[in-house]
């Protein structure tokens, strides 16, 4: 019986200076050959200058239902933004 | 230079290290798995170090009014902004591991003394006005630093400090709104804020560096982008914006040389007293041992809580092995 190649998440560094983003993910025997994949399936037209796979058991993604516990604490901490503290409009450069 | 004796390998890194310079001239940043030369890695790790560590031992002294803020809104503001300064420090620490020093190295260097942190924090925060002089014009220095290097040479640098610039922008704020209660308040409040700035003013100049004649490093800097003004030029600009908004506060600045210049649109001012920096940033401020032992203390008290989660991870994989099985 033969064994399913695992899958490669695959993030792609556009130009240096970005950050490496998700481009997507494909089946590899090991990370080199995720890698050599990568560079054929998501960097045909230049659109990297580096690449990083990672096995996508490896990643731990949140619960999509538990968002109101995670996200929802953020939205009554207005005061975490500038514009809570009132200030007169001639200070400048504030 | 005919008779120079070609060095082949020399001449390879020579070659190297003028296309690296030539790529940041370009604008173009450096990354991590990029060749780089051993004092470019070198100098940022230095930076980025203190940078981060500066965020961490930042929180001392503010942390120190957290329990006793005048009001709920205050403290939620003041706790938020501390928050901030800890995520700070762990940005700028996890863009410092990119450059092959682990976190224990960069914890063992602060805690024996070896890295230095911005010494504005071995200033005691003895009022509840210190907060409002901290936001306005520790974060206010910090900023003005810190812009520029949001286009810095070195990729997870410059990204840590757009993050950083985003949040900063709430702190001083949130510090001359206090300033600007304690103004409108009591004669005392009012009292106790220009007392505050008193003893803020000139640390927070000191903050910006020395002046550029003592200042060493600032070529090889200005060339990796690591610094876009000089000390000197970033000092007055911080003056320049601050004493109009003294004046909206009805405060006076403890400079009486400190006088708008007609001919250069700046303001002059008096004689920062170098000595005490170079005094404090050798060990002798007032707080410096305080800072490094409530430092000390929490990660050696926390050490079992660190081993307390390892250990349960631990634990819980092997019970997830044994149920694969
Ligand atoms: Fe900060
Ligand atoms: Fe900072
Ligand atoms: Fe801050």
Redesign the pocket.
Known sequence: MSKNWPLWEIFVRSKNGLEHRHFGSLHAADAEMALANARDVYTRRMEGVSIWVVESKHITASNPENNGELFEPAQDKIYRHPTFYELPDDVKHM | MEKDVKNPRSERSRSLEEIFEARIARDEKIEPKDWMPEKYRKTHIRQMSQ?AH??II?MLPEGNWITRAPSLRRKAALLAKVQD?AG?GLYLYSACETLGISRDELYEQLHSGKAKYSSIFNYPTVTWADMGAIGWLVDGA?IIN?VPLCNTSFGPYARAMVR?CKE?SFHQRQGYEIMLKLCNGTPEQKEMAQDALNRWWWPSLMMLGPTDDKSVHTEQSMKWKLKRKTNDELRQQFIDQTVPQADILGLTIPDPDLKRNEETGHYDFGEIDWEEFWQVVKGHGPCNKKRMKARVDAWENGAWVRDAAMAYAEKQEKKNLKKAI
């Open positions: 940078h500066s965020e930042g300064e700070h910090a810190q950083v900063e």
